[in-house]
């Protein structure tokens, strides 16, 4: 626990800067909640709430590699600032939904908060490294993952109650409130990172400036062997993420025998995992090495899934799902924490944004084929076999990192940071 209070003690900054991402993670799943709750009930479609999932989506494979290169331009500290000033203003038209005739609406502010999202989570990350010391990082990347757990958690809860009590417009003032909130932390940070005077230039040099900083962060994903081990793990684990969102519910139902009450629990018990697990990892955090870190929790991820899959053959009870899926939350902290600080040491300031934007993109074209494959391949082969090969790609990934872990050392303050 030492490395824990040794980071929220000591670095001010970082402390407001978890303050205030806890309470917009927080209003991030109350809205999504509620909406997801209010659609159907003012449409009865699946199909219109599952436009919320293809408006929440788009922006991650369009805008997402592009916005990158613009976080490595601003402030990181200023545009967290606008970007969460920016999504409590987009909520207002929410106000106006009061039936079907008005559901696009709801399209065009998720669609919105959703590209506003692609400059905010760069800039966040490139600001981590920042804040805190170089051997604090694995401690402050779990406590970024431990805090997302507890606002699912907590929002999720919240945006049935608000949905329930006041509709749209209470989840929309609800959650305007928590992104205003997050501003007044943010700003208070003491933190100020400057960047280079931008030189003026005519319009197609700057489209040309912008295409070479675009296409450069493209090249940095895959530039030496580091980066492309971790460009290649986050798109398995991509694919993975989207068979896991078409096909675990109906792992519940057909493989499990739970309704819609029980599939509710054993998701929500993952959060309880991860809260526990988010402390763990920041407790051992700077003792053990992030490339470690990152291919033991992998690994025990992927065995663990896998142990979950297939116990429905040997037994019809649902509590083995309930304990598989509060235990998996400490190899997936341990491999959240590990791979971000991996990738933050791999990458410098200046570039950081682009990279992890391309990376973003990327992997959100994974999740899209993910819940292609699973709907597809889940009545041709079944449940089952897809959902333990999506536990198998978190096994040899895991395997693969451990082997190729001198690698992911970060390279000496001579050397390039990203070699080629």
Request: hydrophobic share 55%; with cysteine; glycine share 12%.
């Amino acid at each position: 626990m030492k490395d824990l209070w040794g980071v929220l003690a000591r670095q001010r900054d970082y402390r407001l800067m978890l303050g205030a991402g806890l309470i917009s993670l927080t209003g991030d799943w109350l809205l999504r909640t509620g909406l997801a709750f209010q659609v159907y009930v003012l449409t009865g479609s699946t199909l219109a709430s599952g436009g919320l999932l293809l408006a929440s989506f788009l922006p991650a494979v369009l805008l997402g590699s592009l916005a990158g290169v613009f976080v490595d331009r601003w402030n990181q500290r200023t545009t967290m600032i606008v970007t969460n000033v920016l999504n409590a203003v987009v909520l207002i038209p929410l106000i106006a939904v009061h039936d079907a005739s008005t559901i696009w609406i709801v399209y065009g502010v998720v669609l919105a908060q959703s590209c506003l999202q692609q400059f905010f989570t760069p800039a966040e990350q490139s600001l981590v490294p920042l804040l805190v010391n170089s051997e604090q990082l694995v401690t402050a990347n779990a406590l970024n993952s431990q805090i997302r757990d507890l606002a699912r958690l907590v929002g999720a809860a919240l945006g049935g109650v608000l949905a329930a009590a006041g509709g749209l417009t209470l989840l929309a003032v609800g959650d305007a409130v928590t992104f205003l909130v997050a501003v007044v932390l943010v700003a208070a940070m003491r933190h100020r990172q400057e960047r280079p005077e931008s030189k003026e230039e005519t319009a197609g040099g700057a489209i040309k400036r912008l295409k070479e900083e675009w296409t450069e962060g493209l090249r940095l994903c895959v530039a030496g062997p580091a980066m492309r081990l971790f460009f290649v793990f986050c798109l398995v684990t991509g694919v993975g993420e989207g068979i896991m969102s078409t096909l675990f519910a109906p792992f519940v139902s057909a493989e499990v025998g739970g309704d819609g009450k029980v599939y509710g629990l054993i998701v929500s018990s993952q959060a309880i995992g991860g809260i526990v697990g988010g402390l763990v990892a920041a407790a051992i955090g700077s003792r053990w090495p992030a490339a470690t870190l990152w291919g033991i929790g992998a690994f025990a991820f992927g065995l663990i899934d896998i142990a979950l899959f297939l116990y429905p053959l040997v037994s019809a009870s649902v509590i083995p799902a309930f304990v598989c899926m509060i235990v998996v939350g400490l190899p997936g902290a341990l491999t959240v924490a590990g791979m971000m600080t991996v990738f933050q040491n791999l990458t410098v300031d200046g570039t950081r944004g682009r990279i992890y934007g391309a990376v973003g993109a990327a992997e959100s074209v994974a999740v899209l084929l993910g819940i292609a494959a699973g709907g597809l391949l889940g009545d041709a082969v079944g449940i089952i076999p897809i959902l333990v090969f999506q536990g198998l790609g978190y096994v040899v990934g895991g395997l693969v990192v451990l082997s190729r872990r001198r690698v992911l050392v970060p390279q000496p303050a001579t050397a390039p940071p990203l070699p080629v």
